[in-house]
């Protein structure tokens, strides 16, 4: 039986083939066609899972932002700017015969990570994704639990300092405006206008558009100075949205993924003592890449149909 | 049967004693000895619950701040200034026989909304108790939730402002910081010493000691610009922290406790309005007082002995 797991991005489109015994034994990705139609995107997305493999028995796509997993609407998802968009349907166009599921990517990532990684046995879990923005998923009395009313979970959007940078959902100082991939960008781009001098500009060659969160990341680690206040800045700035989870969840573990995760313990080490210092509850809290890496979008989402299942019964 | 159930807070201690069909049969109220030690309030107590009735089947307390509920000790509790004390052995000195339970204040008020209020049938609800400080309890998946690692909740002490005013928990910009009714509080002090010609000032005749959270609000009802400017400042403050909330736990309840709430929908309708506007999902969040108002604290101590049952269970 071979499973398509789709994890879109505000940057990329990531899709595994997945084996019974949950291993991608394929895989591709493309940058993100931004400023396209959904329809266009939809179609790209089809073509790039037939590709991959000629027999397909389910896919399930994982897309940041509100969806409406029983309609398979996506309600909101500003990276990718779709707005109640129909995917479903219209990637039904193109699979009329196999099951199509449809779920906000953070949330199928902590169905990975329950089901095979980080979260396995746990009751209370907190999966941050950092990339382009920032995507949550909760794990609740051993559950993925998707909001009390259903809309969903968007850890990326409470509020850390109302007097912060606007965010794309038109507040100030969410989560995501000041712990996403995005922030590191910016903050690498001011760099290269206000410090001539710093290593970011040297290897941009003055160029903003080379900026990107890993550039900024390997000159903090070659200890740039530039670079490395922007990542004390950031480290400060998401210490403070976990200790805030911290003193609502208490979580027995707390996983990063995304393409911020990958600094490892660079991040995290640093990270683990400012949550500690921040926390209400002074205790030295699990905080871990997350184990099935960036394959948790793809893995998650390829497992959607198990987790309907589970939700239904 | 006569339970006793214990509500104790930054400014009073109050009890009361529960029949049967969780009806309040006789209750009284002191001012919270402040700065005296633990055993002296243990005795006050004491005396209190042997005024009230002669004839005590269990006692319970509530107690603001960081509880281990299972080896009867307060941990931490800033508003009381208590720190690591046997409270619940205490207690014991006074009533060997008697089952003795000491829990967090905000746990026992939900618990008690839980059963008998606000959040009776709700799967995932959060009630926010807005005294001296703000205590938080949460109803997940239908059960009281003590923390996934059993450190409790603390709503007060998410993080709203990271440049805000200092918490008492040491960190900056907490929910408790910003919209606990000592904020009001002193924001009305501020006013009296800023606006000589302001009601607030008039009221208290130019007396900061006479400044409470009621007058406030009640000088912002007579439309007293002063008052108005500092409840609207207040509300502000609130919805975000309910906006945050929504985003992350998406609840079909957000209910108000603790003096502050007495407000009713002078508070209320515009506080609703505003978490509608800062919520990231476009949802209209049901945002009650309390059913059981200020009793919830009183009725949920005195049920805590069903709490460790259900829990135990």
Redesign the interface.
């Known amino acids: 039986m071979t499973r398509i797991g789709f994890d879109v991005g505000g940057t990329k489109i990531a899709v595994g083939a997945i084996s019974e015994d949950y291993q991608i034994i394929a895989r591709r990705q493309i940058p993100f066609p931004t400023g396209r139609p959904y329809k266009e995107v939809a179609r790209v997305m089809a073509d790039l899972a037939k590709e991959l493999t000629d027999r397909i028995d389910s896919i399930g796509i994982g897309m940041p932002g ?1 969806i409406d997993n029983k309609k398979g609407l996506v309600i909101r998802a500003h990276n990718v700017q779709f707005y109640e968009v129909p995917f479903k349907d219209e990637m039904k166009n193109y699979f009329p015969d196999i099951p199509i599921h449809i779920e906000n990517d953070a949330n199928a990532a902590a169905f990975a990570e329950l089901k095979l990684g980080s979260f396995k046995n746990c ?3 907190v999966l941050l994704t950092i990339g382009t923005g920032i995507g ?1 998923g ?1 794990i ?2 051993g ?1 993925l ?1 998707n ?18 940078p606007l965010c794309s ?1 038109g ?1 100030r ?1 969410c989560v995501e405006a000041l712990c996403s991939g995005s922030w590191i960008i910016r903050e690498g781009k001011k760099a290269v206008i206000e410090y001539p001098k710093s290593m970011i500009y040297t290897r941009t060659q003055g160029n903003i558009d080379r900026v990107d969160a890993k550039l900024v990341i390997d000159c903090a680690k070659e200890e740039d100075p530039v670079a490395v206040d922007i990542f004390n800045r950031y480290i400060d ?1 998401l210490s ?2 976990i ?3 911290t ?6 573990v707390i996983a990063l993924g995304g393409g911020v995760s990958r600094a490892g313990e660079f991040l995290l080490e640093p990270l683990r003592e400012l949550v500690r210092q ?1 926390s ?2 002074k ?1 030295p809290y699990k905080i871990v890449a997350a184990e099935l890496g960036n394959d948790a979008g793809i893995i998650g989402s390829a497992l959607l149909g198990e987790f309907k299942k589970e939700a239904d019964e």
């Open positions: 509100e009751k209370t879990a949550g909760l609740l009395d559950k639990f909001g009390g009313m259903n809309h969903g979970v968007e850890i990326g959007h409470m509020r850390l300092d109302s007097r912060g959902c507040n100082g700035n403070s949205a200790a805030s989870i003193a609502l969840l208490d979580p027995e921040k209400f509850f205790y």
